[in-house]
């Protein structure tokens, strides 16, 4: 269960380069409209595990959980089985060749499919559906989630995010009301994704100007890629990392701090940066030095505007809290049909859990005498980047025999 890091976010590299294409010269132009003549439609989300979650329909079968994405370029069912639920009119099956350690991968490729939300309708929207699901999001993310829904989603609307309310409206940009004293950042639209290009300071005193994805779908706060021999690896503090996972396995790097990213007139510090093995970034087909991550982007409440070639930022309810990682050295995931079953699934090297016994394979079942069947996931990771020198008293089975464990927390970066 390696493949469930944290920040899967590289799925879109892979449909970036290899379907955009296929999708454009397969489908008619595809749209999303508001139904009934509303100038403005609001949709409540969930935020799991940092994912914004949205229910829909697809040729009126469902509901099925969809993650907003701005960093996909065509709509990704992840979840195979809707492939005989959906009612696909026709398939063709592809070959992938992903990013990662391992081997490639098929989908299929499908147009002519009609998307619903409440008041909005997507109609003849191409899509790929993979073959296996090789990135478990639902065991991630602990409900059902079945795919990704990007670019025709935000190319028809303005799209305001309001994370203090949970809450989406979409219209034109006049009828949506923009955040009053927000900061407009001019964005550009490439390969289907949201650019912006910003100044980023190291800790070493150096400045660069950076070209990023604005990627509501990566759950970090921000990626650099290692581009054209530029040396970012100069940090003191940094801890190996597997960033993700590709359709050919991890993506590795590292962990470390930046001293300051800018975002129109706000300089958010001491950023959690994760930093990408070159080798691991061939199949970028636009130049660019990284991406920014919704840990950086809930921050604020947003409003992007395809059309316009803007983004509207103004500070929210997160805004003041630090930027911290997980404390603990463990990756967990979640099983079974309520989803309530909590399996580590990589334990870090030297680090706290390591530390502890704790093993792959083994299940959280409490922790400080409260039992995780009662917590959700996202619950469980604020506790584990909580506070350093914390104690927590985890109770775990461990070779198949319950048994009671202290884990000390270390902030590692």
């Known amino acids: 269960m390696s493949r469930l890091a944290k920040k899967w976010k590289y799925i879109r590299v892979l449909f970036g380069v290899c379907l955009v294409c296929y999708a454009f010269a397969a489908q008619a132009q595809p749209s999303f409209t508001i139904n009934n003549n509303y100038k403005r439609v609001k949709l409540p989300f969930k935020l799991v595990r940092n994912m914004i ?25 992840t979840d195979p089985t809707l492939i005989d639920s959906i009612n696909v009119a026709s398939k063709h099956l592809i070959k992938i060749v992903g990013l990662g350690t391992g081997n490639d991968y098929e989908a299929y490729i499908t147009t002519g499919l009609n998307f619903k939300f409440p ?3 997507g109609t003849n929207i191409s899509a790929a559906i993979l073959k296996e699901d090789q990135f478990s999001l639902s065991s991630y993310a602990g409900i059902p989630i079945h795919g990704l829904i990007g670019y025709e989603f935000f190319e028809s609307f303005a799209v305001k995010i309001n994370f203090s309310d949970s809450t989406l409206t979409v219209g034109a940009l006049k009828n949506i009301r923009v955040f009053n004293k927000s900061n407009k950042l001019p964005i550009t639209i490439e390969d289907r994704k949201p650019y912006l290009t910003t100044n ?48 050919s396995g991890p993506i590795t790097g590292f962990l470390s701090r930046i ?9 958010l510090k001491n950023i959690i940066t994760s930093f990408i093995d070159s080798d691991s970034t061939k199949l970028n087909s636009i130049r660019r030095d990284g991406n920014l991550g919704i840990n950086i982007l809930k921050k604020f409440n ?12 103004k500070p929210g309810i997160h805004f003041n809290e630090p930027f911290e990682h997980d404390m603990s050295g463990m990756e967990y995931y979640v099983q079974g049909p309520d989803f309530k079953r909590i399996i580590i699934n990589r334990v870090e090297q030297d680090s706290p859990a390591d530390e502890s016994g704790l093993e792959p394979g083994d299940e959280i079942l409490g922790i400080n005498f409260k039992t995780a069947d009662k917590m959700t996931v996202e619950e469980i990771d604020d506790i584990f980047k909580s506070r350093a020198d914390r104690s927590l008293l985890l109770e775990v089975v461990h070779n198949k025999k319950r048994e009671m464990v202290i884990l000390k927390l270390k902030r590692r970066i």
């Open 200 to 247: 980023v300071k190291f800790t070493d005193g150096r400045q660069l100007n950076c070209k990023l994805v604005i990627d509501l779908g990566a759950g970090h706060q921000l990626l650099l890629e290692n581009q054209d021999n530029r040396n970012y690896v100069t940090m003191q503090k940094l801890i190996s990392a597997n960033l993700g996972v590709g359709l």
């Open 302 to 313: 947003l409003v992007i505007d395809y059309q316009s070639g803007a983004m509207y930022i």
């Open 119 to 121: 008041d909005i309708t």
């Open 259 to 267: 001293n300051e990213i800018e975002l129109g007139n706000y300089k």
């Open 53 to 77: 979650v949205l229910p829909l329909t697809i040729n009126n079968k469902g509901p099925y959980n969809f993650v907003l994405d701005t960093g996909v370029g065509i709509v990704l069912i």
